[in-house]
Structures are given as C-alpha cells and as structure tokens.
T-cell receptor, first 109, second 116 residues
Framework: LAKTTQPISMDSYEGQEVNITCSHNNIATNDYITWYQQFPSQGPRFIIQGYKTKVTNEVASLFIPADRKSSTLSLPRVSLSDTAVYYCLVGDLRGKLQFGAGTQVVVTP | DSGVTQTPKHLITATGQRVTLRCSPRSGDLSVYWYQQSLDQGLQFLIQYYNGEERAKGNILERFSAQQFPDLHSELNLSSLELGDSALYFC???????????????FGPGTRLTVL
C-alpha cells in the first residue's frame, strides 16, 4: 500500500518562503500529484497539481524530481492567512487515493 | 464556495444506529468521492463513484456503503454506528474523465457526525 509521508508541522515568519516535501514512493506511473490546503472545519481546497518537473500558478510552485517519488510544494512570501494544514494527494499503483497526514504550517508576524 | 453541497452539516446519533449523508456534486462533475477525517486518522479515502458506477475503493468498512444516483448526487450510508465513527465526512467531486488519474477535486463543507 502506498505510503505518503510529509512533515507534521512547519513554522515560518511572514514574507518567507515555505517548502513542504511529500514522499510518495508507490505513486502510480500515470498519476498526478496534487496539493490541498485546509482551514479548520472546512473542506480541503485545491492549490496545485503536477506530473513532473515544475509547475507554477498564482499561489504556489510544485517541484517534482525525475523519479517522482517525492514532490515539494513551495509557498512564496507567506502571510498570516497561509496558516493552514497542507496535504499532498497521490494515487498508488493499485488506484487507491492516498492523502498524506498533513503538514500544519503556522505563520507568525 | 466549491459548488459541492453536503447535508446535513451536523448529525448526532447513538451507537448502533444508521445514518445517511448526502452529497450533490458541482454542476457537470461526474465523479464523487467520500472521505472520512478524524483527529487520529487524517483524511481517509473511502470510495469513488463515476457516473453511477463504483470506480475505486479505499478503506471503507463493510458497515458503510455508498451509491451515486442517476442525477449524480451521492449518499453514504453508515450503519451499526460505533463511537469511533465520529468524524468529519467530506464529499468531493471532479470531472472524472480519465480513469486512474487523480482529477482536481472540489470538496464540500463536510458533515460532522457525532456518535454518542
């Protein structure tokens, strides 16, 4: 069964860059890597998705090495409102969806 | 607002009972997913339906069942409830065109189930 692991928590100051790495060694060959953000008592919200190399949108960047066994979500210049739990999601070789345990990011002034 | 609706928002019931959670996907989405989120287990994938058919199964207990109806709404049935079933249950939807590919999912606000 796929094991998707990510750090439990990360602290940062406003304006800094936050990088969260997720390990997913059993990712399905043709599947994408997706990251979600979740605030307390709300459903997760899509941030970014990628298959390989680098993807960038207006809120984040996603770096995926050639072996695709990990991915790194990069949040540039975080603000207090970026305090949330961040999850990576992949499909494993058997087609099961596997969320990581989530990384609590706390941004302080 | 993701466009996914879930009812009810809160549900309190007793052990041994049966409940039904309802989900309406975003307009145009054919796939519906169900997740359980508890404090000690994180987000656990339960099951996925695509256009009325079961597409993928996760860690769903035999006491739980789901279905997707012709109008694409979905229901998750939880029976013989135990204290440990207390959790947030999320529904998500996606376009769901390609099998074996993780679509962008849009999550509903969740149903908080409390079993006493």
């Amino acid at each position: 069964l796929a094991k998707t692991t990510q750090p439990i928590s990360m602290d940062s100051y406003e304006g800094q860059e936050v990088n969260i790495t997720c390990s997913h060694n059993n990712i399905a060959t043709n599947d994408y890597i997706t990251w979600y953000q979740q605030f307390p008592s709300q459903g997760p919200r899509f941030i970014i998705q990628g298959y390989k190399t680098k993807v960038t949108n207006e809120v984040a960047s996603l770096f995926i090495p050639a072996d695709r066994k990990s991915s790194t979500l990069s949040l540039p210049r975080v603000s207090l409102s970026d305090t949330a739990v961040y999850y990576c999601l992949v499909g494993d070789l058997r087609g099961k969806l596997q969320f990581g345990a989530g990384t609590q990011v706390v941004v302080t002034p | 607002d993701s466009g996914v609706t879930q009812t009810p928002k809160h549900l309190i019931t007793a052990t041994g009972q049966r409940v039904t959670l309802r989900c309406s996907p975003r307009s145009g989405d054919l796939s519906v997913y169900w997740y359980q989120q508890s404090l000690d287990q994180g987000l656990q994938f339960l099951i996925q339906y695509y256009n009325g058919e079961e597409r993928a199964k996760g860690n769903i207990l035999e006491r739980f069942s789901a279905q997707q109806f012709p109008d694409l709404h979905s229901e998750l049935n939880l029976s013989s409830l135990e204290l440990g079933d207390s959790a947030l249950y999320f529904c998500a939807s996606s376009v769901g065109v390609a099998a074996g590919h993780t679509d962008t999912q849009y999550f509903g606000p969740g149903t908080r189930l409390t079993v006493l």
